[in-house]
């Protein structure tokens, strides 16, 4: 299973970016997904999370900022990210839940993707 990240970029302060990330393999269900980021000298920080049935968390950080959501058909997630701000600088990390068979469900992690957000 790979998850494969995209979307980054640099943006000024104010400005949008909408990650996406895909989840590909040998796949029989993919669980909570979501993305995480890590900022230079910084634990990686939970951004947020979203359930197969949709039901969406976030960090109070990005609360009214981002959207998480998700295609469950294409086993995609993606984070709309609106009105970024200096802090928001960081590698943003996606990760999921996934079932390989009914039995084995492991956490797997994309290669993070470069956020920078200039003023």
């Known amino acids: 299973v790979q998850l494969q990240a995209s979307g980054g970029g640099l943006v000024q302060a104010g400005g949008s970016l909408k990650l996406s990330c895909a989840a590909s393999?040998?796949?029989?269900?993919?669980?909570?997904m979501g993305w995480y980021r890590q900022a230079p000298g910084k634990q990686r920080e939970l951004v947020a999370t979203i359930t197969a049935g949709g039901k969406e968390k976030y960090a109070e950080a990005v609360k009214g900022r981002f959207t998480i959501s998700r295609n469950n058909a294409k086993n995609t997630v993606y984070l709309q990210m609106e009105s970024l701000k200096r802090e928001d600088t960081a590698v943003y990390y996606c990760?999921?839940?996934?079932?390989?068979?009914?039995?084995?469900?492991?956490?797997?992690w994309g290669q993070g993707t470069q956020v920078t957000v200039s003023s």
């Open positions: 393999g040998s796949i029989y269900r993919v669980g909570v």
């Open positions: 990760n999921a839940d996934v079932s390989t068979d009914w039995f084995n469900s492991h956490d797997y």
